[in-house]
């Protein structure tokens, strides 16, 4: 018994011409816009639903494409409006081993004071810059306080 083996033709993919390809990545990103502006404008989208679907069911269709939820957008606190606080820490009298907790608890009972008034989102922090020690507040529509 005499076996023969033939070479094996390649399993790799064919190549696409370089027109093709750049066919299929235009239409790549022009889906990807698509999609991108669909989710960022919901109510374009869900007017362009309801109208199809009335059409649909002015034929007789109970099919109706799906409604996306339109949540507003979340504006940062130099948008909305708010007020940013600088506290420069005095730590000269404290050791220097204990000022990092020491300013931390100066942020909590800040933060307990904040979140107590029911501030959306409250941001507050501490920073160490070179010796100095500082807690940075942040509330989002909160008024200026007034000058001294």
């Known amino acids: 018994m005499n076996l023969r083996f033939l070479p094996r033709k390649s399993m790799a993919s ?6 093709m390809r750049l066919r299929f990545a235009v239409v790549g990103v022009l889906l990807l816009v698509l999609f991108a502006g669909v989710y960022d404008y919901p109510t374009l989208w869900n007017r ?21 939820r ?3 957008f979340l504006l940062g606190l130099d ?8 506290y420069d820490a005095d730590v000269s009298q404290v050791s220097e081993k204990d000022r990092g907790s020491a300013v ?6 800040i933060e307990r ?5 029911g501030v959306a989102e409250p941001i507050v922090q501490t920073v160490k810059s070179g010796g100095a020690w500082r807690v940075i507040v942040g509330l989002s529509k909160a008024p200026a306080p007034a000058p001294y």
């Open 14 to 19: 064919p190549k696409l011409h370089p027109r």
């Open 48 to 68: 362009t639903a309801d109208a199809i679907g009335a059409g649909l069911h002015d034929a007789g269709v109970k099919w109706k494409p799906p409604a996306l």
């Open 70 to 72: 339109a949540e507003p």
């Open 79 to 86: 948008l909305q409006g708010g007020t940013h606080l600088v």
């Open 104 to 109: 931390e608890g100066v942020r909590d009972v």
């Open 113 to 117: 004071r904040v979140n107590a008034f």
